[in-house]
């Protein structure tokens, strides 16, 4: 049975970021296509890995268009720090499948987040320094031939092999849609490249649906696929539909989103109470010491495992449900999305394999190098693992004040804040003077109110009102949520103790006759 749940949480997770594909991947080609300065690359990099659900997909996009010379090798290094910061948001989602257990759900969402912090605390340093210094493009540029050729092929890790063709059988993104949209060379307009879709005389298969890798000769009536493509193997899946627009395959991949959301907390669900009910009996210190690996040795499991599922989303959200149980300790959790941080990188490498020329491959040991500087300088020295932790704990402990925490959290750090930062940014790219004064009268309000916020958050007592305010909330839920049942305790007690006494009745009968008096 825990094979079973774990196998369909696993295809949960997979259908989840297929179907983000197909809804957000007219927008992630855009966003790739935008010639951009660093900030806006890096927010890029977020927001379209939160569109895709995958930093492995939007790395080796990233690398294509690089290879293509459709992003520079100084662009392309920005958006793969957004991608390593946008990818957390996947088990950031899963920790929230325990906000029916307080206990469960302040572990796990700490369990979820520790990526969060290595991440933003990583950015922090290195975007400045490769600001100024250009260190990580100087160090890949050193790393890579003068010239090569193209070679190489794609590698499907085992487990994907496994859950692919289930997936495949309900919906198949095409991610082609984001590189020729990020070339410049189509659109998700109809009677553009990719719409109405169209399967030659109507008949629904790989070889009348998908167009040849080669393009079609001139004069041949061409098939055309949108979002939604056919599989070699697996043929057209469920979702797919001759003649359909790009609205009709947006609301097919928001189904498929709803449907993936809800097997994976029904999985979860079945995952974790099985497992406590295995673990029932055995005591915490044995549990405990069963995952006391050396750290070092967590990191090569969670890059071995990343390396099997060709995706750190699914190693970490696979993890998550492990630490809000209480089985893995956010010790043992952290080196393993470390090394789950450097497995993700072997996609981007293969990716620049099938590239010609140094670029991608430039780009791709970029994200490696990346990783591997913001391992040396979070973990090695106690003093500084310790950071991310305390973070970590510290957020875990806000989903104890208001259970909605997470939610905000995703909203405004993975939605908000990169939108905000991106249009402040693309202020500066117009070439316009009007619009260069205007960013930066935005960006000096922007910088006073953060100084304003954290001067009234440690001085002025805005933490305090805050915490005070997601308590109340809180409290209100709980008692909106227990009050039916209160109510009939209450009315079971009276008219017990009407039953027993008699006393309710005489008041009543009193009551009644001196009305009637009156």
Not at 59 to 87: E, H, R
Not at 136 to 157: H, I, M, N, T, Y
Not at 162 to 183: F, Y
Not at 367 to 383: A, C, D, R, S
Request: glycine share 10%; proline share 3%; aromatic share 8%.
């Amino acid at each position: 049975m825990v094979c079973f749940f774990l196998y369909f949480f696993l295809v949960g997770l997979a259908l989840l970021g297929t179907a983000a594909t197909v809804m957000g991947g007219c927008t992630a080609g855009a966003l790739f296509g935008d010639d951009t300065n660093p900030v806006a690359g890096l927010m890029v990099g977020i927001l379209c890995t939160v569109l895709v659900q995958s930093s492995s997909s939007t790395t080796s996009i990233i690398v294509s268009l690089v290879g293509a010379g459709s992003v520079t090798v100084k662009s392309g290094i920005f958006m793969v720090m957004g991608a390593n910061i946008g990818t957390s948001v996947t088990n950031t989602i899963v920790a929230m499948g325990h906000l029916g257990d307080g206990d469960e759900l302040e572990r796990a969402f700490a369990g979820a987040t520790v990526h969060d912090m290595f991440n933003f605390l990583s950015v922090g340093i290195l975007f400045p320094v490769e600001l100024i210094t250009t260190f990580l493009f100087a160090l890949s540029s050193a790393s890579v031939p003068d010239e090569r050729d193209g070679q190489g092929e794609k590698w499907e890790g085992p487990v994907k092999k496994l859950v692919s063709p289930l997936v495949n059988l309900i919906l198949k993104a095409n991610k082609d849609v984001t590189k020729t949209i990020a070339k410049g060379k189509g659109s998700c307009e109809s009677g553009d490249a990719f719409y109405p879709v169209f399967c030659i005389g109507g008949e629904v298969g790989y070889k009348t649906c998908v167009p040849p890798k080669g393009g079609c000769a001139d004069g041949e009536e061409c098939p055309k696929v949108g979002l939604i493509t056919c599989d070699k193997d697996a043929g057209c899946p469920a979702f797919f539909q001759d003649g359909a627009s790009k609205q009709d395959d947006m609301t097919s991949g928001a189904v498929c989103f709803f449907l993936a959301l809800v097997i994976l907390i029904g999985c979860l669900i079945g995952l974790v109470t099985l497992l406590q009910k295995m673990l029932m009996g055995v005591s915490t210190r044995i549990i405990y010491k069963a995952t006391n690996v050396n750290g070092y040795l967590a990191m090569l499991i969670g890059c071995g495992i990343t390396l099997l599922v060709q995706s750190s989303s699914i190693t970490t959200s696979a993890l998550t449900p492990f630490v809000g149980m209480g089985a893995l300790r956010i010790e043992q959790m952290y080196p393993i999305t470390l090394g789950a941080n450097i497995g993700t990188t072997f996609t981007g490498l293969l990716a620049s394999l099938v590239s010609d020329g140094t670029n991608a491959l430039q780009v791709a040991l970029c994200h490696l190098y990346f990783n591997i500087v913001g391992i040396l300088i979070w973990y090695p020295i106690p003093f500084m693992r310790r950071i991310p932790l305390r973070l970590a704990r510290a957020l875990g402990k806000a989903t104890r004040v208001w259970r909605g925490f997470p939610l905000l959290y995703i909203i405004v750090v993975f939605i908000l804040i990169p939108l905000i930062l991106l249009g402040l940014s693309s202020l500066f790219e117009q070439d316009s003077k009007g619009f260069t004064v205007l960013g930066a009268f935005l960006a000096v309000i922007i910088v006073l109110l953060i100084l304003f916020f954290m001067f009234k958050w440690f001085k002025g007592g805005l933490r305090e009102g805050v915490v005070t305010s997601f308590e109340n909330r809180q409290r209100r839920m709980n008692t909106n949520k227990t009050l039916p049942d209160d109510i009939d305790s209450i009315k079971a007690e009276l008219a017990r103790l009407r039953e027993h006494t008699g006393l309710l009745e005489d008041v009543d009968e009193e009551a009644d006759d001196a009305d009637i008096e009156k």
